[in-house]
């Protein structure tokens, strides 16, 4: 798989056909000064001025050196459906204070003279490098701002928070649980879908699952286990064992927690059991409704014997509450033995789930102290990215009618790099990205094996000089009015499978979680030289008496 386009070319007409996933979005979903700009620039004769934006980021999320691009698709269907509807020009002329000929062009704007660039969805990506580069007629491209930041920033945000935790968990399963504490119906299936793409294997969120074809799971809430108080409640003793003969259940389950010697709350138990019957070879229950070690675990060990008896093989435990590291080490150990002791091998292939409150943190935690834990389920900290609730990717003007425009700040690294731009990932001899490297649009392309001088784009005494042994572009068209691309996007496993292949290219010091060392972005001479021209040029020099 490679990052070739994850969009290729078709009709236009298929192209008009998309949709966004959520209806809220559309060219109303926008701050109100994109349309008084707008206004402004219609009202000038400049609406029509050839711009180009970047949208990119300023410092990696989660005090961290990568970032996962992720949100395109929704971008590109957003573009493919942009108009004002009738309703929307009544509405804003309630707004707006501006002649019936402004609502009128508003009426017929569309993006077919906006084109795209992008990086491709689930690229592994760093500060400064723009995402997007979108260029056409000023004032459209004004009005996409907004709508295209909010796509890209909480959707590649969630991403590159749930790479994190992968990374954090190593190959253990990693299921997201979040929808009940997520940033409301959007936030939660955004979650779910952007999760999955960061290295989640599956959702409890139903809809996330149908919507985008993700793996869906879980387990039972405490409730369950509550609503019980004793076997006399359960519809029926018996169990259909996988030869299809019905046999006697709860009878054989009471002998075995009585041979064990177990003394277990009986509500619990019986819970265990009704859900056994409905799910035979589903079995993974909550254990720490009452007592983790005297009473769910115990309980759960004597339903799965039963049901190993009958044929069927229990999946296993959740832990919800405690220390995670003891209980799951205390839980295994007593599985185990129950398994040695019985005969029953088959045991200790059950897996041990947790969840309660995880986050980087704790994962990392638990790691270190060691623990039995096969299945982590992530909720709050995941979707909600407790530890950095925004991005920061900013749309920034760099180039008008073919000028470079600069935005200078104090701050050194607010300063914007002007012009159109090319971007490349330039790779070392041991295959790892070493440098992305952005050049003026008009720039040639650098190739391998020649001597490249990388600087830093504001630091005039960082430079580096790299003989790359593989380069690869990073900005494709993804969107071009007169010359549309493809609605055939790539699933979501294959941006999944393409994040993944992208994470174990990143050097081992850029992924590390403490003080990871921060990859280069650098810029061609030519670009260098621009950014300082452009900026001594834009700033006055003060005057001092
Ligand atoms: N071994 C561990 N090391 C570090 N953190 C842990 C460990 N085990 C659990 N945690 C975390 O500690 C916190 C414990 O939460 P809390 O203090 O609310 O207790 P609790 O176990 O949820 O209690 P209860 O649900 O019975 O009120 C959770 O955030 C959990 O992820
Ligand atoms: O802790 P999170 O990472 O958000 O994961 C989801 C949580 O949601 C469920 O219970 P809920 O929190 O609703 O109730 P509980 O805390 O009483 O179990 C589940 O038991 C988890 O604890
Ligand atoms: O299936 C589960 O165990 C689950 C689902 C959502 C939230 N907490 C747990
Ligand atoms: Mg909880």
């Given at each position: 798989?490679?990052?070739?386009?994850?969009?290729?070319?078709?009709?236009?007409?298929?192209?008009?056909?998309?949709?966004?996933?959520?209806?809220?979005?559309?060219?109303?979903?926008?701050?109100?000064y994109q349309?008084?700009m707008?206004?402004?620039?219609?009202?000038?004769?400049?609406?029509?001025?050839?711009a180009v934006f970047d949208l990119f980021f300023r410092k990696?999320?989660?005090?961290?050196?990568?970032?996962?691009?992720?949100?395109?698709?929704?971008?590109?269907?957003?573009?493919?459906?942009?108009?004002?509807?009738?309703?929307?020009?009544?509405?804003?002329?309630?707004?707006?204070?501006?002649?019936?000929?402004?609502?009128?062009?508003?009426?017929?704007?569309?993006?077919?003279?906006?084109?795209v660039y992008?990086?491709?969805?689930?690229?592994?990506?760093?500060p400064l490098v723009p995402l997007l580069r979108v260029q056409?007629?000023l004032?459209?491209c004004q009005?996409l701002e907004t709508?295209l930041l909010?796509?890209i920033n909480?959707?590649?945000?969630?991403?590159?928070?749930?790479?994190?935790?992968?990374?954090?968990?190593?190959?253990?399963?990693?299921?997201?649980?979040?929808?009940?504490?997520?940033?409301?119906?959007?936030?939660?299936?955004?979650?779910?879908?952007?999760?999955?793409?960061?290295?989640?294997?599956?959702?409890?969120?139903?809809?996330?699952?149908?919507?985008?074809?993700?793996?869906?799971?879980?387990?039972?809430?405490?409730?369950?286990?509550?609503?019980?108080?004793?076997?006399?409640?359960?519809?029926?003793?018996?169990?259909?064992?996988?030869?299809?003969?019905?046999?006697?259940?709860?009878?054989?389950?009471?002998?075995?927690?009585?041979?064990?010697?177990?003394?277990?709350?009986?509500?619990?138990?019986?819970?265990?059991?009704?859900?056994?019957?409905?799910?035979?070879?589903?079995?993974?229950?909550?254990?720490?409704?009452?007592?983790?070690?005297?009473?769910?675990?115990?309980?759960?060990?004597?339903?799965?014997?039963?049901?190993?008896?009958?044929?069927?093989?229990?999946?296993?435990?959740?832990?919800?509450?405690?220390?995670?590291?003891?209980?799951?080490?205390?839980?295994?150990?007593?599985?185990?033995?129950?398994?040695?002791?019985?005969?029953?091998?088959?045991?200790?292939?059950?897996?041990?789930?947790?969840?309660?409150?995880?986050?980087?943190?704790?994962?990392?935690?638990?790691?270190?102290?060691?623990?039995?834990?096969?299945?982590?389920?992530?909720?709050?900290?995941?979707?909600?990215?407790?530890?950095?609730?925004?991005l920061g990717c900013v749309y920034k003007l760099v180039e008008i009618?073919?000028q470079p425009r600069i935005k200078v700040s104090?701050d050194i690294s607010k300063l914007t790099i002007p012009c159109a731009k090319?971007a490349?990932?330039?790779?070392?001899?041991?295959?790892?990205?070493?440098?992305?490297?952005l050049?003026?649009?008009?720039?040639?392309?650098?190739?391998?094996?020649?001597?490249?001088?990388?600087?830093?784009p504001y630091?005039?005494?960082?430079?580096?000089?790299?003989?790359?042994?593989?380069?690869?572009?990073?900005?494709?068209?993804?969107?071009?009015?007169?010359?549309?691309?493809?609605?055939?996007?790539?699933?979501?496993?294959?941006?999944?499978?393409?994040?993944?292949?992208?994470?174990?290219?990143?050097?081992?010091?850029?992924?590390?979680?403490?003080?990871?060392?921060?990859?280069?972005?650098?810029?061609?001479?030519?670009?260098?030289?621009?950014i300082?021209?452009l900026w001594?040029?834009e700033?006055?020099?003060?005057?001092?008496?």
């Amino acid at each position: 798989m490679d990052r070739d386009n994850q969009v290729s070319s078709s009709n236009y007409d298929s192209m008009h056909k998309l949709k966004p996933t959520n209806h809220f979005v559309n060219a109303l979903l926008t701050d109100l000064y994109q349309l008084t700009m707008a206004y402004c620039y219609w009202k000038q004769g400049r609406h029509e001025d050839q711009a180009v934006f970047d949208l990119f980021f300023r410092k990696c999320p989660f005090d961290g050196e990568f970032a996962i691009f992720a949100g395109l698709e929704e971008c590109l269907r957003f573009l493919a459906s942009f108009h004002f509807t009738d309703s929307d020009i009544q509405f804003l002329a309630t707004v707006i204070h501006a002649e019936k000929e402004f609502f009128d062009w508003l009426r017929n704007l569309d993006v077919s003279k906006v084109s795209v660039y992008a990086l491709s969805e689930g690229s592994v990506t760093f500060p400064l490098v723009p995402l997007l580069r979108v260029q056409g007629p000023l004032a459209v491209c004004q009005l996409l701002e907004t709508t295209l930041l909010n796509l890209i920033n909480y959707a590649s945000l969630v991403a590159t928070n749930a790479a994190r935790f992968r990374l954090a968990v190593g190959d253990k399963s990693l299921l997201e649980f979040g929808l009940r504490r997520a940033q409301g119906p959007d936030g939660g299936v955004s979650a779910s879908r952007y999760t999955y793409l960061g290295g989640f294997d599956a959702t409890s969120n139903v809809l996330a699952s149908k919507l985008f074809s993700i793996p869906c799971s879980g387990t039972i809430a405490h409730s369950f286990v509550q609503t019980f108080h004793d076997c006399s409640q359960l519809a029926t003793t018996k169990l259909v064992d996988s030869n299809k003969n019905e046999r006697e259940f709860v009878q054989c389950v009471m002998e075995t927690r009585e041979r064990l010697g177990y003394n277990t709350n009986q509500g619990e138990l019986a819970a265990f059991i009704s859900y056994a019957q409905c799910f035979p070879d589903r079995f993974l229950v909550l254990v720490d409704t009452y007592d983790t070690l005297s009473s769910g675990v115990p309980n759960f060990i004597c339903v799965a014997l039963c049901l190993l008896d009958f044929g069927y093989k229990p999946l296993g435990i959740r832990l919800d509450s405690g220390d995670l590291s003891y209980l799951s080490k205390a839980a295994r150990k007593e599985i185990s033995r129950i398994a040695q002791l019985t005969g029953k091998v088959e045991l200790n292939q059950v897996k041990i789930a947790a969840s309660n409150d995880l986050n980087e943190t704790t994962l990392l935690s638990l790691h270190q102290q060691g623990h039995e834990i096969d299945i982590f389920g992530i909720g709050t900290h995941l979707v909600t990215c407790q530890q950095q609730p925004a991005l920061g990717c900013v749309y920034k003007l760099v180039e008008i009618n073919g000028q470079p425009r600069i935005k200078v700040s104090e701050d050194i690294s607010k300063l914007t790099i002007p012009c159109a731009k090319k971007a490349y990932r330039l790779y070392g001899k041991e295959g790892y990205p070493l440098v992305d490297l952005l050049t003026l649009e008009t720039e040639e392309a650098p190739k391998v094996g020649d001597k490249i001088l990388c600087r830093h784009p504001y630091v005039e005494r960082k430079r580096c000089i790299i003989v790359p042994t593989r380069i690869e572009p990073l900005l494709k068209l993804v969107w071009n009015g007169k010359m549309p691309v493809e609605p055939s996007f790539f699933s979501l496993s294959h941006l999944r499978e393409f994040c993944k292949q992208e994470m174990s290219c990143l050097r081992e010091d850029h992924r590390r979680f403490l003080n990871p060392t921060p990859y280069k972005v650098s810029v061609s001479q030519t670009l260098f030289d621009f950014i300082h021209r452009l900026w001594l040029e834009e700033t006055p020099i003060p005057e001092l008496a």
